[in-house]
């Protein structure tokens, strides 16, 4: 590739492109999460995503059957501003905070960690992605909450669909697409 091609960059995708990868196979509500959001619900609805090097975080309280995804695009970066959610340190406690608001308890929670895909990277314990992920796991470590699943690395993109009323979650890699 020349020094000067355009680079593929999945976060500005418009919303119609994405779309062809949303599953169409639920009558649910559905809540599709860009880069740099958080959302929680009590509601069943079905969340889903596009994730690389990004990371996402899925909480579900088994008890209360609701839960909440984030997708943050880089381990670290300002906590204030309008973009503060699209960084891991940022969005990981704020995912925490929403669903706690919601009535969860930390003790009936518990975490699914995907994304961190580093298609380019030479070094991949230095990656984008490998940092995403190990923030996310390092975090949950700290506020005790179990991680139960877990699709993390690789060289290929993911779509993620949580399912907040039972808290199931699918995964289908770019290359089955």
Same mark, same amino acid.
């Given at each position: 590739?020349?020094?000067?091609?355009?680079?593929?960059?999945?976060?500005?995708?418009?919303?119609?492109?994405?779309?062809?990868?949303?599953?169409?196979?639920?009558?649910?509500?559905?809540?599709?999460?860009?880069? $740099?959001?958080?959302?929680?619900?009590?509601?069943?609805?079905?969340?889903?995503?596009?994730?690389?090097?990004?990371?996402?975080?899925?909480?579900?309280?088994?008890?209360?059957?609701?839960?909440?995804?984030?997708?943050?695009?880089?381990?670290?970066?300002?906590?204030?501003?309008?973009?503060?959610?699209?960084?891991?340190?940022?969005?990981?406690?704020?995912?925490?905070?929403?669903?706690?608001?919601?009535?969860?308890?930390?003790?009936?929670?518990?975490?699914?960690?995907? $994304?961190?895909?580093?298609?380019?990277?030479?070094?991949?314990?230095?990656?984008?992605?490998?940092?995403?992920?190990?923030?996310?796991?390092?975090?949950?470590?700290?506020?005790?909450?179990?991680?139960?699943?877990?699709?993390?690395?690789?060289?290929?993109?993911?779509?993620?669909?949580?399912?907040?009323?039972? $808290?199931?979650?699918?995964?289908?890699?770019?290359?089955?697409?």
């Amino acid at each position: 590739m020349r020094e000067n091609s355009p680079k593929f960059n999945p976060a500005v995708l418009p919303a119609e492109a994405m779309k062809k990868f949303e599953p169409t196979d639920s009558d649910k509500p559905r809540h599709f999460l860009y880069p $740099g959001q958080v959302f929680a619900t009590r509601d069943p609805i079905v969340i889903s995503t596009i994730l690389g090097s990004c990371a996402a975080v899925c909480l579900w309280d088994r008890n209360k059957k609701a839960g909440g995804m984030n997708h943050y695009l880089l381990p670290e970066g300002l906590a204030e501003g309008p973009n503060r959610l699209r960084y891991g340190n940022v969005a990981n406690p704020e995912l925490l905070r929403q669903v706690l608001a919601l009535g969860c308890e930390i003790r009936n929670l518990q975490a699914k960690v995907f $994304g961190g895909s580093s298609a380019f990277a030479v070094n991949l314990s230095q990656s984008v992605g490998t940092r995403n992920v190990d923030l996310a796991e390092s975090f949950l470590r700290s506020a005790g909450i179990p991680v139960v699943e877990r699709e993390v690395s690789g060289k290929h993109g993911r779509r993620l669909v949580f399912q907040v009323a039972d $808290g199931m979650t699918t995964i289908k890699s770019f290359e089955q697409v």
